[in-house]
């Protein structure tokens, strides 16, 4: 039975006519924490949302539910291959359906402006075009199957610091051709259904505002201009006005329902502050949502959501795992020590920190509980044949916080259970619930009743090892902390949701004890009284970490003993990188180098075993100073739940590692072009202006480690000759997509052993003079792939907009005259060939 057509927008807007103001300001905010109120006079049905940049987190309604864990979108754009985008978009799709999920925030196109910015795994480049082409993909593949894309954090929201306070201060020019350039990007090649606005504001010259009462960029720029028919969603939490961002151009706020889009707005257009027309648009602007994502039926029906698809399989985890491998980035391979050739090997020691528990996605909002995990060690040891023996060494603790307390250590005071007594107990003191848990992390614990206001943690800790131990306990709000009866902590905090939103929740500040054992086991008696914590329109909560270092070898006797594990292997691959307590959402790192005794553990493996391999497991760059020490170099990311077999898949030669740089790695810390993002007296400076990433580098003469777009594979590339197809045709085109742009065609040669994949990169260098221009700017770049010997050739298209300025005395985009070179290359500074192009009287004349 076909399924009724759906009303269009001039009936929907006579429904919305027909309701009463309090009816349809009520659909303005969130029913709850991920959801929109229903409203079946208009055949509205509930509209879920889910975090989702990492894979789609769900609801959180099922506290065991699990989920797809992808690459961090870093290591997506890594791959630079449209096709795998949208593959993984289609993807996201199917688990959002699984999840009852209808839009999925995300993506995510801010720009990695700094190295240090807490979110740079989310971002998918620092680079504007690279980033605009892969998010669109995404969200191609995502809304093909029904479930909304919300575009975000509109807009320069580039880092975490008082990122719920802090304004960012550029140019206009800035604003437009780098950081709303992915913005409009998206929205005209995959037209997303919704856009996320930041906590952050904008100051641009002309408007100083919140981002959620930016009139000027969300009505003029992205409603009115660019188009966008869509919903305007605050980031959670993010309002602080009702008729500011009532008539700034926001249409939902989220969670909710917030009190402030409530009787405020109803007074509000009552008063004629607010036209009802308004309201009536934003209204609008969520059917339309919804009837994209199939919530949208006939007035008076509900509508069923689609058959939830089968369980996550192989197909998917196959999927994941070639995002994985095809996004990791062959740095160094001196001697062609990779691939490995197994059948010569008896022995392979896998040492580093990361090897033992590596770091599979950043902190934050993204966090998605795998459905499964497979570590670098499961995947080593299930690919490796049986003959070769695998050690595993970790060389050091790179985390500064100790493990949770285990299981094994701690019992319940009154029934003897394994685990720690939550008693629930109301502002009197009377109980109303409690459960047993074993385990130390209770990290935003939420299992109680509305009529909780104290949660009471209580359990035995039994300590047998003789020795020093470290007991480490971090708390948020209001709490008291006591070891055998004394009070020994205590803490006041009352922010509220402002503990969600830099993260504190989930990372609260330590604060420790030393416990001394001797040769009789030691049993101590320790109770926590937590405060629950009210956070606004998130789910009440209360927190505890209850962490444990017994006594143990120090990280250089762990090193000495994984150098000695590496001088006796055949071949040894060391992981180093980054983990929980340095890259998440919340804060910003304060260094770029590898966290603790790392670079010294690389050195000393190094020393030992010449066929070392060193893998890089973060998302974001580090400092490595060993970097030309090492015979092969590889960067993993965050590689997501198959990163194991991943890794197997390109040490052993089963897929190539085709990934090119999407950001540009450092050498030296006091080279990188923006080293901090601190507000400044509440503001961030954009002092570069449109010289972000690998333009600043080019622009300052700097040389980095490895350049933006450097990327090794299996083979070796000829470039022989670049072609421009068309000889005269517009550069005065207004679509970011640039019209008819300039078509090329690039012949190369695979002249290496094997078969392989290249990213053809096309780098635009201006006329010198004019405006101030980048020396070289991204222009295009698309992949190719040729077995050992064969030619092949690479088309590409450079839109016109990748010539243009945005003019800010008259309002629009033009095309400066002059001489244009395009080069053709392997990254931002292996350039191998060059074409001309003239600009004149408004178009492109190429040179033959």
Request: charged letters at 25%.
């Amino acid at each position: 039975m076909s399924r009724p057509a759906l009303p269009d927008d001039t009936t929907l807007s006579d429904h919305i006519r027909a309701l009463d103001l309090e009816s349809k300001v009520r659909l303005l905010t969130g029913a709850s924490l991920w959801r929109l109120p229903a409203e079946p006079r208009l055949g509205l049905s509930a509209v879920t949302m889910s975090d989702g940049p990492q894979g789609v987190r769900g609801t959180g309604d099922d506290p065991a539910a699990t989920g797809l864990l992808a690459p961090a979108p870093s290591a997506l754009a890594a791959t630079w291959d449209t096709e795998l985008a949208e593959r993984l978009g289609t993807l996201f799709a199917t688990e959002a359906r699984r999840k009852g999920v209808d839009v999925v925030l995300g993506p995510v196109v801010n720009l990695q402006r700094t190295p240090v910015a807490g979110r740079h795994f989310e971002y998918f480049s620092e680079d504007p075009l690279l980033t605009g082409t892969l998010a669109a993909a995404l969200v191609r593949g995502l809304q093909s199957q029904g479930v909304g894309a919300c575009l975000k954090h509109f807009v320069a929201n580039d880092s975490e610091t008082d990122r719920t306070r802090y304004r960012s201060r550029l140019d206009e020019r800035t604003l437009r051709e780098v950081y709303l350039a992915p913005f409009e990007q998206v929205l005209t090649e995959a037209e997303p259904w919704s856009v996320m606005a930041a906590y952050s504001g904008v100051d641009d010259g002309i408007e100083s505002a919140p981002m959620t009462e930016n009139a000027r960029l969300l009505r003029e720029v992205l409603k009115e201009e660019w188009g966008l028919s869509g919903v305007v969603v605050s980031d959670w939490a993010a309002t602080r006005s009702t008729v500011a961002s009532a008539l700034g151009g926001l249409d939902l706020v989220m969670p909710g329902p917030d009190p402030l889009w409530g009787e405020p707005l109803i007074e509000a257009v009552r008063a004629g502050e607010v036209d009802e027309r308004l309201i009536d648009d934003k209204v609008l602007r969520l059917l339309r949502l919804a009837r994209h994502t199939g919530r949208l039926g006939a007035p008076g029906t509900d509508s069923p959501r689609p058959a939830v698809p089968k369980a996550p399989g192989e197909a998917d985890f196959r999927l994941l795992r070639e995002v994985a491998a095809r996004g990791m980035v062959l740095l160094r391979n001196d001697a062609g020590l990779l691939p490995l050739a197994p059948e010569g090997i008896r022995s392979v020691a896998l040492i580093g920190p990361n090897a033992v528990a590596p770091y599979l996605q950043g902190g934050g909002s993204a966090f998605v509980p795998a459905v499964r995990t497979v570590s670098f060690e499961d995947g080593l040891r299930a690919a490796l044949p049986e003959h070769v023996r695998l050690c595993v060494h970790r060389g050091g603790d790179s985390r500064q916080r100790p493990p949770y307390l285990s299981a094994a250590l701690i019992t319940d005071p009154e029934t003897g259970a394994a685990g720690v007594r939550a008693d629930h107990l109301t502002a009197c003191g009377n109980r109303v619930g409690g459960e047993i848990r074993p385990l130390g992390d209770w990290s935003g614990y939420r299992g109680f009743g509305p009529k909780t206001h104290r949660v009471v943690l209580r359990t035995l800790l039994t300590l047998t090892e003789p020795g020093t131990h470290r007991l480490e306990i971090g708390c948020v709000g209001r709490y008291q902390v006591s070891v055998d009866g004394e009070e020994v902590l205590s803490g006041d905090d009352d922010r509220g949701v402002e503990l969600i939103l830099d993260s504190t929740h989930s990372n609260p500040p330590l604060r420790g004890i030393d416990l001394v054992v001797g040769p009789q086991p030691r049993r101590i008696a320790l109770a926590i009284d937590l405060t629950v914590v009210e956070p606004g329109g998130y789910d009440r909560f209360v927190t505890a970490q209850l962490r444990h270092a017994p006594p143990g070898p120090t990280p250089y006797e762990e090193i000495t003993e994984a150098a000695a594990a590496a001088q006796a292997a055949d071949v040894t691959v060391v992981v180093v990188g980054t983990n929980e307590e340095v890259e998440s959402e919340g804060w910003d790192r304060t260094t770029l180098d590898l966290p603790a005794h790392q670079n010294e553990l690389v050195r000393n493996v190094l020393a030992a075993n010449p066929r070392t391999i060193v893998v890089v497991n973060a998302g974001a760059p580090v400092l490595l100073p060993w970097a030309d020490e090492a015979p092969a170099l590889l960067w993993t990311w965050l590689p997501g739940q198959e990163a194991g077999h991943a890794l197997a898949d390109v040490l052993l030669g089963r897929i190539e590692p085709s990934g090119r740089l999407p950001w540009t790695l450092p050498a030296r810390a006091e080279d990188v072009p923006v080293p901090d993002a601190r507000p400044r007296d509440g503001i961030v400076h954009y002092g570069e202006g449109v010289h972000i990433g690998h333009r600043a580098w080019d622009k300052g003469g700097l040389v980095p480690a490895f350049p933006f777009g450097h990327g090794l594979g299996w083979t070796r590339w000829s470039y022989e000759s670049v072609d421009l197809s068309q000889s005269s045709v517009s550069a005065d085109l207004p679509d970011p997509a640039g019209g008819d742009g300039l078509e090329l065609t690039v012949h190369l040669t695979n002249t290496g052993p094997r078969a392989g994949r290249e990213v053809v990169q096309v780098y635009l260098e201006p006329p010198q003079d004019g405006p101030d221009r980048p020396v070289h700017l991204l222009a295009g770049f698309t992949l190719v792939q040729a077995a050992a010997g064969e030619r092949t050739a690479a088309d590409l298209r450079v839109p016109a907009r990748a010539f243009q300025v945005w003019d800010t005395g008259r309002g629009r985009w033009r095309t400066p005259p002059g001489r244009y070179r395009l080069h053709v290359g392997r990254s931002s500074r292996d350039l191998r060939l060059t074409a001309e192009v003239t600009v004149r009287d408004g178009e492109f004349h190429a040179t033959r």
